[in-house]
């Protein structure tokens, strides 16, 4: 199987997976460098996942149907273009032979979801669109900093080896927060080394691994001393995980 971050606009990534003769891509904001990757390698467009409404993951999505093969399958709770497969969270799908759980993961859009690959497999692969970045997590536009931290939980909590494929090419600013909010970490100044040399060759950060992001991403670390009192310095007048993730993220708004 074969995964592809094509770039879009200025900084999206539309993931496509493939197995040489089939493909699926999430959340194709553009339908131009799909149609160009299919081309390419003379792919049948099996079927198209998408996390969430925003224009930048569904924009390219009525240009593509004329090739597609299969379902748009995409959140119940957020209104995409139709027709699409209505996901809720439990539900399970299957995309080139690999089953695929569904993550209701409200905060950014009420109707978020994310698809967590569930067979057991080695580095399974997860698409979640603009909750998880690697180093930071999308900004709480719909929900409230309760519900996207909980998002964050529950992704947090999937096998240390995942593949976190985010949807957008933030890492390097997202790092440069993180290490205003932990300066002492020699894990971040690593992978902010790592990250930068990946951008200096013209090549995406992403995948990140959740491994990696459990040691990096201050947003899944609300727990940690360090960051509890970053937070705190920074106007988080509790010590419990929501305060200290509210704090972060108005924090990082204004960064
Ligand atoms: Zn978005
Ligand atoms: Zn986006």
Known sequence: MNLLALPAFADNYIWMLHDGVRAIVVDPG????????????DLELAAIL???????????IDELRPRLRGPVYGPALDPVPQPCQALHDGDRIEVLGLPFQVLHVPGHTLGHIAFAQADGAPAPLLFCGDT???????????GTPAQMHLSLSRLAALPADTRVC????????NLRFAQAVEPHSTDLAAYA?????????????????LATERRINPFLRCTEPAVVAAAQARGATATDTVAVFAALREWKNHF
Do not use: I, M
């Not at 553009?30 to 390698?41: C, E, M, W």
């Open 166 to 173: 985010c949807a957008h090419e933030y890492t390097l600013s």
């Open 30 to 41: 553009d339908a131009a460098p799909v149609q160009a990757a299919l081309d390419d390698a």
């Open 193 to 209: 080394t790592q990250c930068r040399a990946h951008r200096d060759a013209q090549q995406p950060t992403l995948p990140a691994t």
């Open 50 to 60: 998408v996390t969430h409404r925003h224009p930048d993951h569904v924009g390219g």
């Open 132 to 142: 998880l970045f690697s180093g930071g997590c999308g900004r709480v536009f719909e």
